[in-house]
């Protein structure tokens, strides 16, 4: 029990330390973005306009007020085209960390600094997105969770006069089948004026 003990103090020691080495403030869950907003509360990706949605393989998607498409997959949002790149946002979350005391495996919960992905702020030139999906993080208040959307793909080109092409990252094969399903719509979206240099 004692050698536990220790353990647990050990840990939550160094997770102290590297805290307080970090010079960047906390970010409260009210902050995070876009905060704790579900996806099918976030304004963004509500419908614009009032045709019904369209259906494309299993999915069915909408152009979004985003800017871009929400693709549902049944009630659920599958995933987000969007026309904003990833940001990164130092998070507060909670962390499974396991050992080993006295040949006993050992499994807690600490707080920990990490990284999670947002939406960012920035517009990408038009017909360019990134594909998003939502996963929620748990912050070091326990029970509250905080949004993280992942990038899945990016709908872009390598030159300014090039073809468009989805590059798809790491994700299961059914995901991916269903991310090369949706280039005809991301094919139809609006593309800008080729350039005249």
Same mark, same amino acid.
């Given at each position: 029990?004692?050698?536990?003990?220790?353990?647990?103090?050990?840990?939550?020691? @160094?997770?102290?330390?590297?805290?307080?080495? /970090?010079?960047?403030?906390?970010?409260?869950?009210? *902050?995070?973005?876009?905060?704790?907003?579900?996806?099918?509360?976030?304004? &963004? +990706?509500?419908? &614009?306009?009032?045709?019904?949605?369209?259906?494309?393989?299993? +999915?069915s998607y909408y152009p979004n007020r985003g800017g871009g498409f929400t693709f549902r997959e049944?009630?659920?949002?599958?995933?987000?085209?969007?026309? $904003?790149?990833? *940001? %990164?946002? /130092?998070?507060?979350?909670?962390?499974?960390?396991?050992?080993?005391?006295?040949?006993? =495996?050992?499994?807690?919960?600490?707080?920990?600094?990490?990284? #999670?992905?947002?939406?960012?702020?920035? =517009?990408?030139?038009?017909?360019?997105? !990134?594909? $998003? &999906?939502?996963?929620?993080?748990? %912050?070091?208040?326990?029970? #509250?969770?905080?949004?993280? /959307?992942?990038?899945?793909? *990016?709908?872009?080109?390598?030159?300014? %006069?090039? =073809? !468009?092409?989805?590059?798809?990252? /790491?994700?299961?094969?059914?995901?991916?089948?269903? +991310?090369? @399903?949706?280039?005809?719509?991301?094919? *139809?979206?609006?593309?800008? +004026?080729?350039? &005249?240099?």
């Amino acid at each position: 029990m004692k050698a536990f003990l220790a353990a647990v103090l050990l840990v939550g020691l @160094s997770v102290s330390i590297a805290e307080a080495r /970090d010079e960047n403030p906390p970010i409260p869950p009210s *902050q995070c973005l876009p905060s704790g907003i579900r996806p099918e509360n976030d304004s &963004r +990706l509500a419908k &614009r306009g009032s045709e019904p949605p369209q259906k494309i393989g299993v +999915l069915s998607y909408y152009p979004n007020r985003g800017g871009g498409f929400t693709f549902r997959e049944g009630a659920d949002i599958a995933f987000y085209a969007l026309p $904003y790149p990833p *940001q %990164t946002r /130092d998070f507060d979350a909670m962390v499974l960390v396991g050992g080993n005391v006295k040949g006993a =495996k050992v499994v807690f919960h600490v707080a920990q600094r990490v990284k #999670i992905f947002a939406v960012g702020t920035e =517009k990408l030139f038009p017909g360019a997105y !990134f594909i $998003y &999906r939502c996963r929620p993080v748990e %912050t070091a208040q326990n029970g #509250i969770f905080c949004r993280e /959307d992942t990038p899945i793909a *990016q709908w872009d080109r390598d030159t300014p %006069t090039g =073809k !468009f092409q989805l590059s798809i990252m /790491d994700v299961d094969s059914q995901t991916r089948v269903k +991310l090369k @399903s949706i280039v005809p719509v991301l094919e *139809q979206a609006p593309k800008p +004026l080729p350039s &005249r240099s």
